[in-house]
């Protein structure tokens, strides 16, 4: 992930009709969503501030988050945020590499030595 950055609250919110997973480090952010539109505000209190990703694997759990569209959300942001595991390539087969001898260097004789090209 790009930030560093640990919360202790995180739930869920819906603005124009749609979820998502909301997050902060002090319950007070309930007046800021409602301040801005957001409805079904609900918001839970983690145990211990963690990362954004592991607190909505912790949500997931929640029984206050057990509806369709609180799933719903938290699914999506998994699915989004979900650590990306580098792909292995395919090992490919190289054709063994023959041993040769380069030629070997023989001097020619040309007639006439000292004539220019």
């Known amino acids: 992930m790009a930030t560093d950055?640990?919360?202790n609250i995180v739930g869920v919110s819906k603005l124009n009709g749609?979820?998502?997973v909301r997050f902060?480090?002090?319950i007070m952010r309930i007046k800021v969503l409602s301040k801005h539109g957001h409805e079904d505000i609900r918001l839970c209190e983690l145990?211990?501030?963690v990362s954004k990703y592991e607190a909505v694997k912790q949500l997931q759990t929640q029984?206050?988050?057990a509806d369709a569209q609180a799933q719903s959300a938290i699914a999506e942001y998994l699915d989004e945020k979900a650590p990306k595991t580098p792909k292995a390539?395919?090992?490919v087969a190289k054709a063994p590499v023959k041993?040769?001898?380069a030629p070997a260097k023989t001097a020619k004789v040309a007639e006439d030595e000292d004539?220019?090209?």
Request: charged residues 35%; aromatic residues 16%; neutral net charge.
């Open 18 to 20: 749609e979820y998502k």
């Open 47 to 49: 145990d211990t501030p």
């Open 24 to 26: 902060a480090t002090d």
């Open 5 to 7: 950055k640990l919360f």
């Open 89 to 91: 390539k395919a090992p």
């Open 99 to 101: 041993a040769t001898k």
């Open 115 to 117: 004539a220019p090209f």
């Open 63 to 65: 029984a206050e988050f």
